[in-house]
């Protein structure tokens, strides 16, 4: 599903078609990016200067949105490890569920090389703008290709809930059904094991009975 070719100081690696990915790794259809962005500063100079982490977070999700032109519901569980040093921010990259803004948006793969280019950019939207502070000393640690889409996820839930009754599914949120589903399928088996095991036991019982009044007869009978 790749296709490399040698670059000065390193390589380069095109997808073939229906897979999408980073120049270096290909996966099948569209694909989740979950990272970790790396910040050298310290947290309580980032308190100083915004109040708070919620406000890093938010101007974070904003630039981040911005600089790569997707729509900011793309950018999701956005966490700040305030315990590490440097802070990291951890983040994950989703794709459009709007089709026709997949024609026009980078996929989350791409997004994340646009990223790592904003931030080694001086001159980059990201860098000159109001996270610009961070940015600057900022960098992408690490991140993966998860080939399982929000929509594939969303899909499978769908299949698993699609025969409870609709105004039940439309009044309890999928992921909580998911649940309750699971749940009951546990009762039910626990409730079949106890069932079987309640006609299987007698059996043996009576089994056992009669072997013992053969017994006794035979007995009886040498006598």
């Known amino acids: 599903n790749t296709k490399c070719i040698n670059t000065q100081g390193g390589y380069f690696c095109a997808c073939i078609k229906g897979y999408v990915g980073?120049?270096?790794?290909?996966?099948q259809g569209q694909?989740?990016?979950v990272a970790t962005m790396s910040v050298l500063m310290d947290?309580?100079?980032?308190?100083?200067?915004?109040?708070?982490?919620?406000?890093?977070?938010?101007?974070?999700?904003?630039?981040?949105?911005?600089?790569?032109?997707?729509?900011?519901?793309?950018?999701?569980?956005?966490?700040v490890d305030t315990d590490s040093t440097p802070l990291k921010i951890h983040f994950r990259v989703v794709p459009s569920k709007d089709k026709t803004l997949r024609q026009?948006?980078?996929?989350?793969?791409?997004?994340?090389?646009?990223?790592?280019q904003e931030l080694r950019n001086p001159s980059s939207s990201l860098?000159?703008?109001?996270?610009?502070?961070?940015?600057?000393?900022a960098h992408i640690e690490d991140y993966k290709l998860e080939g399982l889409t929000e929509e594939e996820?969303?899909?499978?839930?769908?299949?698993?809930?699609?025969?409870?009754?609709?105004?039940?599914?439309?009044?309890?949120?999928?992921?909580?059904?998911?649940?309750?589903?699971?749940?009951i399928g546990l009762l039910l088996l626990s409730c079949l094991s106890s069932f079987l095991f309640?006609?299987?036991?007698?059996?043996?019982?009576?089994?056992?009975?009669a072997r013992s009044a053969v017994g006794g007869d035979t007995q009886r009978r040498a006598s």
């Open 22 to 27: 980073d120049g270096r790794t290909c996966v």
């Open 31 to 33: 694909p989740i990016v």
């Open 43 to 79: 947290v309580e100079k980032i308190k100083s200067k915004l109040g708070s982490i919620e406000a890093f977070q938010e101007l974070f999700h904003a630039s981040v949105a911005r600089a790569l032109g997707i729509s900011h519901g793309r950018i999701k569980d956005i966490s």
């Open 104 to 116: 026009t948006e980078p996929s989350a793969a791409e997004a994340i090389v646009v990223l790592q």
């Open 127 to 137: 860098r000159q703008g109001n996270f610009g502070d961070y940015a600057e000393v």
């Open 153 to 183: 996820e969303l899909g499978l839930v769908e299949k698993i809930i699609s025969w409870v009754p609709k105004p039940i599914r439309d009044a309890i949120p999928s992921s909580v059904l998911v649940g309750l589903l699971g749940a």
């Open 198 to 209: 309640c006609c299987l036991r007698p059996k043996k019982v009576r089994a056992s009975a």
